[in-house]
């Protein structure tokens, strides 16, 4: 989305600012949001601009950030990026095994209430989003499918600069990126048995079922929560 001549996005991603700061007030002085201006501090010329933190969907860890979104940003355009809920908890389990390497293996990692609240619940994505679609409306939120991205991306694009009211044919011939091979590839893809991988989507499957129904997705949309 950098690459259209409308949106600015900042090189930084993961800024942080409404999950790490409890106390955020709408203050203009105050330094954490002076921090965060700063990002876009070269953002003067362009109609549209944003920033990617995947920590803003982490109940029940961090509560109240659509409240503190809205609070300071008012009722902006949210996108949400979900993909299969079983290869996202692996895929986070590889991050953190890549800064931890003392990390149980996956199949004890993810029994942990840790890992059970601060990763299985990230997957619940009806569940995460439930409290930014009551507060700034359904049309605000544009959900998109990583599979669908990865199938057709320019398609994707297309839909997000639509929902964003930006010109798609700008985006036409973007490329698709490797996305994550570099970060994940020192740490070999777990394998989960078959009875955590049934545990996780008794979990998983209602909530998870429910979402692809509302986003006109079918049941087995995503195999594992089938």
Not at 210 to 223: E, N
């Amino acid at each position: 989305m950098a690459q259209h001549p409308d949106i600015f996005i900042p090189d930084a991603k993961e800024l942080h600012l409404f999950d790490r700061q409890p106390q955020l007030r709408p203050d203009p002085a105050s330094p954490a949001w002076q921090a965060y201006l700063a990002h876009f501090a070269g953002a003067g010329g362009f109609p549209l601009r944003g920033e990617a933190t995947v920590a803003y969907t982490m109940l029940p860890l961090v509560q109240a950030v659509p409240e503190r979104i809205m609070g300071h940003l008012g009722p902006i355009r949210l996108i949400y990026l979900v993909r299969d809920p079983l290869e996202r908890i692996v895929s986070q389990y590889r991050h953190a095994r890549r800064d931890d390497p003392a990390l149980p293996p996956f199949e004890d990692w993810v029994q942990t209430p840790a890992a059970q609240r601060g990763a299985v619940e990230r997957s619940n994505y009806r569940r995460q989003l439930q409290p930014f679609l009551a507060l700034f409306g359904e049309a605000r939120v544009k959900v998109i499918f990583y599979e669908d991205y990865r199938a057709d991306h320019r398609r994707s694009l297309a839909e997000v600069c639509g929902f964003l009211g930006a010109d798609p044919a700008e985006l036409a011939g973007v490329p698709n990126p490797e996305v994550n091979r570099t970060s994940e590839a020192a740490v070999p893809r777990p394998r989960p048995g078959a009875a955590v991988r049934e545990r996780l989507r008794q979990q998983l499957r209602a909530d998870t079922q429910a979402f692809l129904a509302h986003h006109g997705k079918p049941a087995d949309y995503w195999p594992s929560m089938a």
